[in-house]
């Protein structure tokens, strides 16, 4: 399994505020991933990137953003958090066409 | 429309014994047919991965099958333990695309009690 880390774990934090996702690869992947996943619901794609200074949306839509200015590196942020933003996070990085490791994922809790 | 879809959405079983999962797709062109399990909070970890042409591939205690013809999989869990709790979910990969777009379904929630 590929070694992907994301940051925090866990994350309460007001309405309003700005927050970053971390989330980072070693195994040198090209493609990289955002996923957003609610409580016994599937994984729905938002972001994603198939290589250094290349982002595109997915298939849901989303008010976060995401740069790729490192390889290993694949950041979301949201400029200003909602409660309707509450959800569980996945990243993951894939280097063939279809092969994805997933990380531990960011529980965002916004009150 | 590409889908997956997961039958039981839920499942109790007692520690030992065994169960069946089961996905069916509308996914084409198919290229690939993944099961993950998914424990809270967690990301999802692959157990299995099988292309076209393969039928069943086991890993340790579990065991899938894939039949291209009827678009259908399963995933056969044998003497369950109770670290088998998770969410089991099937993602199928098209090969119509270079992103490598996969398709989620919903999971099969296994709980196992002792």
């Known amino acids: 399994e590929a070694d992907i880390y994301q940051t925090p774990r866990y994350l309460v934090i007001g309405t309003g505020k700005k927050i970053t996702l971390e989330c980072s690869q070693t195994?040198?992947?090209?493609?990289m991933y955002w996923y957003q996943q609610d409580p016994g619901m599937e994984l729905h794609l938002i972001h994603y990137?198939?290589?250094?200074?290349?982002?595109e949306k997915g298939d849901l839509s989303s008010e976060s953003t995401v740069s790729r200015i490192r390889t290993e590196h694949f950041p979301l942020t949201l400029e200003s958090a909602r409660p309707s933003h509450t959800s569980q996070y996945l990243c993951a990085s894939g280097a063939g066409t279809s092969w994805q490791f997933f990380g531990p994922g960011t529980r965002l809790t916004v009150l | 429309k590409n889908q997956v879809e997961q039958s039981p959405q839920s499942l109790i079983i007692l520690e030992g014994k065994n169960c069946t999962l089961q996905?069916?797709?509308?996914?084409?062109?198919?290229?690939?047919l993944r099961w993950y399990k998914q424990d809270t909070g967690r990301g999802p970890v692959s157990l299995t991965i099988m292309t076209f042409s393969e039928n069943t591939k086991s890993n340790g205690r579990y065991t899938a099958t894939l039949d291209a013809d009827t678009k259908q999989s399963s995933l056969h869990i044998t003497a369950s333990q109770l670290s088998d709790s998770a969410s089991y979910i099937c993602?199928?990969?098209?090969?119509?695309?270079?992103?490598?777009?996969?398709?989620f379904g919903r999971g099969t929630q296994l709980t196992v009690w002792p």
């Open positions: 993602v199928v990969s098209d090969r119509g695309s270079t992103l490598g777009r996969l398709y």
């Open positions: 990137s198939y290589g250094v200074n290349s982002t």
């Open positions: 996905c069916n797709y509308t996914v084409s062109p198919f290229s690939n």
């Open positions: 195994m040198g992947h090209d493609k």
